[in-house]
């Protein structure tokens, strides 16, 4: 068994420890983005599915680079253009796929538990690439990466999520993984979007964006998930950007300097204001950045690659 166990299906389930040792094995592994040839031997021999039946840019694309620069063989299976779209069920597609030999699942997909359920049922590792309204745990491995980068730390940082919590698998995440490493948590949004009774996790509430931007040292804007809402959650996007949007304006009357980041996709002049997103606050292409070393951490460690062999992998020593 891995440091990790097979799978990797949530923060939920993991150790503090286990999280830091996925930062610190992220670590080597940044440098071999940065170089010409962006290739390393680590994933030799090893054949991965990428199993993704709901819309991806940055998570499909980064688990795919990360197994191109560990020398992993990868194919990409969408619903539409499999037979998934002919009614087969997700159990025989991968049981189909374990017929011809693979080692490892990541899988996108809309229904929660779908990658617990999954990992259950196959003999391969199993990557959550985001389930629903579950977990995303390699978007908040990245989150964490950056943090770290930026502010040197993670324990005793106020970090702040702010939007659609309710419907977020980031912000479950997040959650998850910022509490287990110490870090001060609040959220912030209209109360028809925060999940009910989240304070008794020790959670802050803010319900003024302007007292969120005086209290954080981070604020991790999310996307308002339009397609997982029902009607009536907000009165309309105009409102909502004019009551919690991430503007300039605001920004420039925190007392501190602060970190603004975003998962992405973001919707520009809903959540967030153009001149943020693309101003000095903002780390959101440096999170993106750090997807691939995180996503290749996740592989590494799950193929049974020894963390402390991490820096030598990349090296191209044998591992
Ligand atoms: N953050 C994120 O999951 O983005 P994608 O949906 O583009 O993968």
Redesign the pocket.
Known sequence: MTALGKDLIGLETLAPEQIRLLLDTAEPFKEVSERPIKKVPALRGKTIVNLFF???????ISFEFAEKRLSADTVNVAATGSSVSKGETLVDTAKNLEAMRIDMVVI?HGASGAAQFLARRIASNVIN??DGKHE?PT?ALLDLLTIRDKLGRIEGTKVCLVGDILHSR?ARSNLWGLTKLGAQVAVCGPRTLLPRGIEELGVTVFRRIEDAIAWADVLNVLRLQLERMEAGFIPSLREYYRVFGVTAERLERAPKELLVMH???MNRGVEIDSRVADGAHSVILDQVTNGVAVRMAVLYLLAGGKPELADAAKRGAPD
């Open positions: 709901e819309a991806s840019t940055r998570t499909r996108r690439a985001g995303h978007q980031v998962p992405g996709p």
